[in-house]
């Protein structure tokens, strides 16, 4: 973050130059300046660069307030978030004024009437783009006075009357004067709610106990609604639906780099998760969005994966403190825990009562076997499978220490195949490795090529 300018007055605000824009101009004008230089006005989202992406650009360069149609996690808030980094970094405002005018531009009673008082002594402040940014997230219990505003009554009891401008307790979007309003979950406000926004977006105008206060507000209003919430919690009213000028449908990641990238990006990890890992993860969560037993209408969240990469992650930091590990690194041993505590995120549909344990176990054995199958092709395990119908044994565990899986490993002579699985996976330390055998193991038996036990907490693969 840079210093503010020290420009602290009107009139030296005028002698500097500054011209005042509008905030639709504004977004408008940094918005194309990015894409001419080549720079990312995007950071962080991934999956939307070919689809939502310049859908909302074209809508900005149009000025046109903005709702976003979409599933749970689907990125829809931190699009909206990302736009404070198209507003100026910092941008003049009456000091002391309540909705933040511009001082070429009072729009209260009190800001005019301070401007036409103190002239070019008119103090200016300068309010950074951070503070442009108002998110309101829309609860039934949410009211006009919350999002428009209400008589205060300590003003009237001062002796103003009542139809005094000066006596109104603004609301979050007047206040949200010369920056962006964003409301999430549109549908769960009450309908007599919505109908209080209709004058402010269009006729920029807001009505409070029976008479109106022109005020010319230089808002963007972005929202975010689940389409299903039109039938089951609440709708978007049509009058308001047709004063949003984009409407845009966001989706899930479709390429797996972009959703092991959403992984990596948003999981807040408390020990290493292997690449290999996230992948199976990422495939995991794919597959419960193309299952006809899970409830797609609620769509499975880009939460329910990142969730799960802090479980699995979580459980190896459990198992370096109990054994004793140097590196605490995931393996594919901790995905079933993942799975039992994970499992109340997921809707499935109402037929399948009693089979949700199941489902999940069959479609995360098939995101591995994938993930197998892509980081482990051309290698032959036949040596490894000859070692274990001889007789040998692999065992691991939640809680059995990476140097044990390694030290119970068969031993194959002069082959190098546990180096090229390692290699194949870029496995740098016992954690690693014992994590990437674990992983070739896992998917030997999904091919039915080696079988495996489980109990109290104990895997043998044999």
């Known amino acids: 973050m840079t210093q503010p300018p020290a420009i602290t007055t009107l009139g030296a605000l005028r002698a500097s130059g500054h011209v005042q824009k509008h905030l639709r101009a504004e977004l408008r004008d940094n918005l194309l300046e990015a894409l001419r230089e080549g720079r990312d006005p995007w950071p962080g989202l991934h999956g939307f660069a070919d689809t ?11 000025g046109h307030d903005v ?44 800001s005019t009437r301070r401007a036409a008082e103190l002239g070019d002594d008119l103090p200016v402040a300068w309010r950074h783009r951070d503070e442009r940014y108002a998110e309101k997230l829309a609860t039934p219990d949410t009211s006009v006075a919350d999002l428009v505003g209400d008589v205060d009554p300590m003003k009237v009891a001062e002796g103003r009357l009542l139809g005094d401008p000066e006596t109104i307790h603004f609301g979050l ?5 010369r920056g962006i309003v964003a409301i999430n979950e549109l549908p769960d406000l009450a309908e007599r709610i919505q109908v209080a926004m209709l004058n402010v977006m269009e006729e920029r105008d807001i009505q409070i106990r029976g008479y109106v206060l022109r005020l010319p507000l230089d808002v963007l209003v972005v929202a975010s609604a689940n389409p299903e919430d ?22 899930y990641p479709v390429a797996i780099e972009d959703e092991i990238a959403v992984i990596r990006q948003e999981s807040r990890l408390q020990a290493d998760v292997p690449d290999a890992l996230v992948e199976v993860l990422a495939r995991f ?22 969730a799960a990469a802090e479980t699995i992650a979580a459980a190896a930091r459990h198992r370096a403190a109990t054994q004793g590990e140097d590196d605490a690194v995931a393996r594919p041993v901790d995905l079933d ?72 490993l068969p031993v194959l002579g002069e082959s190098e195949l546990y180096d090229e699985v390692w290699d194949r996976l870029a496995a740098t330390n016992d954690g690693e490795r014992a994590s ?27």
């Open 67 to 110: 709702v976003l149609l979409g599933e749970r996690g689907q990125g829809k808030t931190r699009l909206l978030r990302t736009l404070v980094g198209l507003l100026d970094e910092w941008t003049p405002v009456i000091e002391g004024a309540e909705l933040g005018e511009h001082p070429y531009e009072p729009i209260t009673p009190a």
């Open 230 to 251: 039109y039938t089951n919690r609440g709708r978007i009213i049509t009058p308001l639906k047709d004063r949003f000028g984009a409407e845009i449908r966001t989706h």
């Open 337 to 408: 825990g993942a799975v039992d505590v994970l499992g109340g995120k997921v809707e499935f549909e109402t037929g399948e009562e009693g089979r949700e344990r199941d489902i999940l176990t069959h479609l995360l054995r098939t995101a591995v076997a994938e993930t197998v199958a892509r980081h482990f092709r051309g290698i032959d395990f036949a040596l490894l499978v000859d070692a274990i119908e001889s007789g040998a044994l692999v065992s691991t565990g939640e809680q059995v220490p990476a140097r044990d899986v390694l030290a119970g």
């Open 436 to 462: 990437a055998i674990e992983l070739a193991l896992e998917g030997l038996y999904l091919a039915r090529r080696i079988s495996k036990e489980t109990s109290g907490g104990e895997t043998v693969y044999g």
């Open 52 to 62: 939502v992406i310049p859908q909302i650009e074209r809508a900005l360069i149009a």
């Open 285 to 306: 969560a794919r597959h419960l969005r193309e299952s006809s037993a899970v409830d797609q209408r609620s769509g499975v969240s880009a939460r329910f994966a990142i």
């Open 173 to 177: 979007i007047p206040r949200s004067h």
